[in-house]
């Protein structure tokens, strides 16, 4: 049976009129910055760029790269390394940040499209976050057997406050994928779907130290039509 191996991660490269409204609030630089162990954004890109470009991934996922300078670094390590890749994913409104996705694939991407949520709230609002598709070519791993993949990458509403926004994002997710993955014909297709949900897949149950699935993740596998959470699968 072929296996991917698919790293996702929030990489939270904020440009600097944002990190002016997080703490420490009022100049241009974020919490990672701050402290002890503090460390610079431009020393965070070089960090990151030699542990997710070493190849042991073949889809890498990346949320929050608003950073123009950052996102040319990772963009040209990735390529480098040999990976295909999608760095811009926007509806290229005038007074917005892009979507801060970057997805780049070992295998090779024939095409991809982008969507713009039409619900968002709050300071996600002044980003055009969305969810990006990727077809990739897995031919070099399926052999003879024909069989499309796609890839989804997204970056939900963040805040609890905000829910109701985010199951309108995950209803518009679900017919995303449905509108680029279309009816394949059995075992034909493989849809992967990553990034970050901004939803606790569980919470202490009260009284114990067991962990049970939170209403918030089981909405979410609802809307988006119970699939398999590869994740918790191989991390239990």
Not at 18 to 24: C, E, L, M, Q, S
Not at 74 to 103: R, T
Not at 185 to 207: C, M, R
Request: charged letters at 25%; one cysteine or more.
């Amino acid at each position: 049976m072929p296996t991917l191996s698919v790293l996702t991660y929030n990489v939270k490269l904020l440009p600097a009129h944002v990190k002016v409204g997080v703490r420490p609030r009022g100049i241009p630089r974020g919490f990672y910055e701050t402290g002890d162990q503090g460390l610079k954004d431009e020393e965070r890109v070089t960090r990151l760029i030699a542990r997710l470009c070493t190849g042991e991934w073949d889809i890498v996922c990346l949320q929050e790269v608003y950073q123009e300078g950052a996102r040319k670094r990772l963009a040209d390590a990735f390529k480098a390394e040999g990976y295909d890749l999608v760095s811009h994913a926007s509806d290229d409104d005038l007074f917005h940040e892009d979507s801060g996705l970057l997805v780049a694939s070992k295998l090779p991407i024939i095409w991809h499209r982008f969507e713009e949520f039409a619900a968002s709230a709050g300071s996600d609002g002044w980003s055009d976050k969305g969810v990006l598709c990727a077809r990739i070519d897995a031919s070099s791993r399926f052999g003879a057997r024909p069989h499309e993949l796609y890839f989804f990458g997204t970056h939900l509403q963040s805040s609890n406050v905000h829910w109701p926004v985010r199951q309108l994002q995950l209803l518009q997710l679900q017919r995303f994928i449905k509108g680029c993955v279309g009816t394949p014909k059995p075992n034909a297709a493989t849809a992967i779907l990553a990034g970050d949900f901004n939803v606790s897949a569980e919470a202490q149950v009260l009284g114990s130290t067991d962990l049970a699935p939170t209403a918030s993740y089981r909405s979410m596998l609802e809307l988006l039509d119970y699939p398999r959470d590869a994740y918790r699968q191989v991390h239990p």
